[in-house]
């Protein structure tokens, strides 16, 4: 298999370098650079046979695009919600309306998306949702409780996977619906402030919210359908533009380690070399799979093996700087905000990647019932 990059991709890249390289910038408000995205053509590079995205990128070159953006110093994307989850979850179940209303305004970075599945009651087994969507004219209204809703306090619009039909049970009965954030009195979000200090979650609580029952995919009922379609949508351009991401942290720990002479301890050389070659496995891995249909299991054993990796790395990160790693930033005093510094930043953070997006148990199962055909969990154990 031909992993290089074709002359064509290579001018894609010098373009998208470029632009980058002149725009990038980790301190621009990140709606203002969602909009500068957008204008420039840089959202929806895969769209294009619905015929709502920008430029037209083949499969190769939207990898390109998604490693320069990792090694730039443009900020975290807000719209990636948006432009990686919903409008491919659109473009399959959507209807023609709902496709024109909704993804212009994505792919020109100006509405911005969460995802209401997850609460109190329903995370790993998200069947169990209870919020509710009762039919009240040419709408529904809303009711209940969302949790680790990302992004919320940025959104414009939320996708919610709620029960339409109230005697309903498990994956039946449930509609996603596209519900509009600003209602004041009827949506109330509330930041979840995590052990960085930061807040990039929040519970999020409907209090008769409307949404409109044509804002319903995928037609009532069929809530399910659509919200599985969508988590399979999380897939591997992203994937390659992460390990980017990985392999800068990787070069970061080595260089402290070379920096303070904790690459002198055997053990911390062995444990950096299997990270470098851990990396270059998932790199290859992720590759294979862009190619065709992977395996039944392939996203689950992906999402396993970056995880653990993310979370070792981490780890290392902390033993090569040792009793250094528990104060805090050089540059920080005791009367500035509780501040982190990156490999802090990188041990904490990692500490979620093995929860969301399914976590650690739940992928080891879909492996052990879809891969290995093992006996399947008790019905509701999932
Ligand atoms: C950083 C971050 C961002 C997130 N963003 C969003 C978002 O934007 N929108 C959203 O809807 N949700 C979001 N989530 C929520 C995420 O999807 C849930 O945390 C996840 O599904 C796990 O659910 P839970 O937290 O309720 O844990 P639980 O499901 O209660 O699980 C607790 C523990 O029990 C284990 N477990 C559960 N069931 C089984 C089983 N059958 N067999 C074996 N072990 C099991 C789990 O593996 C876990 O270790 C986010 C989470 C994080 C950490």
């Known amino acids: 298999m031909d992993f290089g990059f074709s002359e064509e991709d290579e001018g894609f890249r010098a373009e998208a370098q470029a632009w980058l390289a002149e725009h990038a910038n980790s301190s621009t408000d990140r709606r203002t ?13 895969g769209w294009a046979e619905s015929g709502y995205g920008n430029r037209t990128a083949t499969l190769t070159q939207q990898v390109v695009w998604a490693e320069e953006y990792a090694r730039s110093s443009a900020p975290p994307r807000s719209g990636h919600i948006g432009e990686n989850l919903l409008a491919p979850t ?5 209807t023609e309306e ?5 993804l212009p305004p994505v792919a020109a970075g100006a509405e911005l998306w969460c995802q209401g599945y997850s609460e109190p009651g329903a995370g790993s087994d998200l069947a169990g949702v209870r919020t509710a969507a009762v039919r009240e004219g040419e709408g529904y209204r809303i009711s209940g409780q969302k949790i680790w809703t990302s992004l919320a306090h940025e959104a414009d619009w939320c996708f919610v996977l709620a029960r339409t039909d109230p005697d309903s049970r498990r994956h039946h009965g449930l509609g996603f619906l596209l519900v509009p954030m600003d209602q004041p009195g ?3 979000v509330r930041p979840i402030r995590q052990l960085t200090g930061t807040s990039d979650f929040n519970e999020v609580f409907f209090d008769g919210a409307y949404a409109r029952a044509e804002h319903v995919v995928g037609g009532e009922g069929q809530g399910w359908r659509v919200a599985m379609s ?21 070069a970061a720990v080595v260089r402290t380690a070379v920096q303070n002479g904790a690459v002198r301890d055997p053990v911390v050389r062995s444990r950096l070399v299997r990270q470098w070659a851990e990396l270059g496995t998932m790199r290859r891995h992720a590759l294979r799979t862009l190619g065709g249909p992977a395996g039944p299991g392939a996203p689950s054993v992906a999402k396993l093996l970056w995880a653990g990796w ?7 990160a902390m033993q090569v700087r040792g009793a250094a790693a528990t104060a805090g930033p050089e540059d ?11 490999s802090q930043q990188l041990f904490l953070f990692s500490r979620a990647d093995t929860v969301y997006g399914g976590s650690d148990q739940v992928q080891r199962t879909i492996i052990a019932e879809r891969v290995l055909g093992l006996p399947r969990e008790p019905k509701g154990a999932l």
């Open 33 to 45: 650079w969602e909009r500068a995205l957008g204008k420039a053509g840089w959202i929806g590079i």
């Open 90 to 94: 659109l473009i399959a179940h959507g």
């Open 98 to 102: 709902q496709k024109s209303r909704f």
């Open 186 to 188: 009827r949506i109330e």
């Open 230 to 250: 969508l988590l399979g949508f999380e897939r591997g351009v992203s994937t390659l533009a992460q390990q980017i991401g990985f392999a800068e942290e990787l």
């Open 310 to 316: 993310h979370q070792r790395l981490g780890e290392l």
């Open 332 to 342: 920080w005093s005791p009367s500035a905000p509780y501040r982190l510094d990156a």
